[in-house]
């Protein structure tokens, strides 16, 4: 607030994010898409080994290109998700986190992560 009472506008578009917090935001995003998807993955996995017959209902299953978008979205999930937390695990045992090695890092996984997404897309969609 300023002295006035009145609230300050703040435009968040113009902020611009360090590396970390975009790790981080990433990170509670897989997380959450990864807990989501458990019922899923678990309904795919009773049916793969129900037999050949539910093996082959669930290839049916993830034959439609939305189906296989989610699968491409859960392996970037997935992918970030591991690498980030490698990090953080690292991090809190004081390795690379000087704001320097810390930046660097961030934008190590993020990357690896985007690299992820498209070795999964080529994989399923293509």
Same mark, same amino acid.
């Given at each position: 607030?300023?002295?006035?009472? !009145?609230? @300050?506008?703040l435009?968040?578009?113009?902020?611009?994010?360090p590396?970390?917090?975009?790790?981080?935001? *990433?990170? !509670?995003?897989?997380?959450v898409?990864?807990? #989501?998807?458990?019922? =899923?993955? *678990?309904? &795919? $996995?009773? !049916?793969? =080994?129900?037999?050949? +017959?539910g093996? +082959?209902?669930?290839?049916?299953? =993830?034959?439609?290109?939305?189906? !296989? $978008?989610?699968? @491409?979205?859960?392996l970037?999930? #997935?992918t970030?998700?591991? #690498?980030?937390?490698?990090r953080? $695990? *690292?991090?809190?045992?004081? $390795?690379?986190?000087?704001?320097?090695?810390?930046? &660097?890092?961030?934008?190590? @996984?993020? &990357?690896?992560?985007?690299?992820?997404? @498209?070795?999964?897309a080529?994989?399923?969609?293509?």
């Amino acid at each position: 607030m300023r002295r006035g009472g !009145r609230p @300050v506008f703040l435009d968040l578009r113009a902020i611009r994010m360090p590396p970390g917090a975009v790790a981080s935001i *990433l990170h !509670r995003l897989s997380g959450v898409l990864l807990f #989501l998807a458990i019922p =899923l993955l *678990l309904w &795919a $996995l009773e !049916r793969s =080994l129900a037999g050949p +017959e539910g093996f +082959e209902a669930l290839r049916a299953a =993830l034959a439609p290109w939305p189906v !296989r $978008l989610l699968a @491409v979205v859960l392996l970037w999930a #997935l992918t970030h998700h591991l #690498l980030a937390g490698v990090r953080f $695990l *690292l991090m809190d045992l004081g $390795l690379g986190h000087a704001l320097g090695p810390a930046r &660097a890092s961030a934008r190590v @996984v993020t &990357a690896a992560g985007l690299l992820g997404l @498209v070795v999964a897309a080529w994989g399923l969609l293509a």
